[in-house]
Antibody
Framework: QVQLVQSGAEVKEPGASVKVSCKAS????????LHWVRQAPGQRLEWMGRIIPGNGQTEYPQNFQGRVTITGDTSASTAYMELKSLRSEDTAVYYC?????????WGQGTLVTVSS | QAVVTQEPSLTVSPGGTVTLTCGSS?????????PYWFQQKPGQAPRTLISDVSYKHSWTPARFSGSLLGGKAALTLSGAQPEDEAEYYCLLSYGDAWVFGGGTKLTVL
């Protein structure tokens, strides 16, 4: 079955970077987009971008341009999301998500806490 | 970037009917936005309820239905149950980009 397994919780200081991984199984990793979405405490879901692992093509919304990088390792069926120049407002649960056959499958979420 | 709007909160009585809506700042929501509805309960990842306007999945309770209504995507709950109390998010696609609504907190009371 489709599984997206993410790396564990992180605590980072302001100004640092964080890299979250998402290991995929149960589907063809290289086909179509794999997305990253975050949710700050008590806030809405926020789309951060997506990658098509088969060709490395990425797309990011304007508010994350230049600060987020999404990459994929097809040999490991794993996607990565790196967020730079962290600030306290980046404290959130980060999800990877994959749309297959009309269903959006979600990873379990990774809590990133930004605190000095 | 488009802004997607939902009612911040709604209350429905047990057994009652309620409609949640999802609008787009760019104009009419169409099937080309591939509207999705997700249910999220505290501490959990979102769960797909409805895709492509009105498609239900095997796990979607029959009391939920999706439609296009008055230029928006709509999620109707008929016969609300206590377990339906949750946050509901819509998702619209604009080409390759996703935009989520702000969520509707549904209270069953």
């Amino acid at each position: 079955q489709v599984q997206l397994v993410q790396s564990g919780a992180e605590v980072k200081e302001p100004g640092a970077s964080v890299k979250v991984s998402c290991k995929a199984s149960g589907f063809t990793f290289t086909a179509s987009g794999l997305h990253w979405v975050r949710q700050a405490p008590g806030q809405r879901l926020e789309w951060m971008g997506r990658i098509i692992p088969g060709n490395g093509q990425t797309e990011y919304p304007q508010n994350f341009q230049g600060r987020v990088t999404i990459t994929g390792d097809t040999s490991a069926s794993t996607a990565y999301m790196e967020l730079k120049s962290l600030r306290s407002e980046d404290t959130a649960v980060y999800y990877c998500a994959k749309q297959i056959g009309g269903v959006v499958y979600w990873g379990q979420g990774t809590l990133v806490t930004v605190s000095s | 970037q488009a802004v997607v709007t939902q009612e911040p909160s709604l209350t429905v009585s047990p057994g009652g009917t309620v409609t949640l809506t999802c609008g787009s700042s760019t104009g009419t929501v169409t099937s080309g936005h591939w509207p999705y509805w997700f249910q999220q309960k505290p501490g959990q990842a979102p769960r797909t309820l409805i895709s492509d306007v009105s498609y239900k999945h095997s796990w979607t309770p029959a009391r939920f239905s999706g439609s296009l209504l008055g230029g928006k995507a709509a999620l109707t709950l008929s016969g609300a149950q206590p377990e339906d109390e949750a946050e509901y998010y819509c998702l619209l696609s604009y080409g390759d980009a996703w935009v989520f609504g702000g969520g509707t907190k549904l209270t069953v009371l």
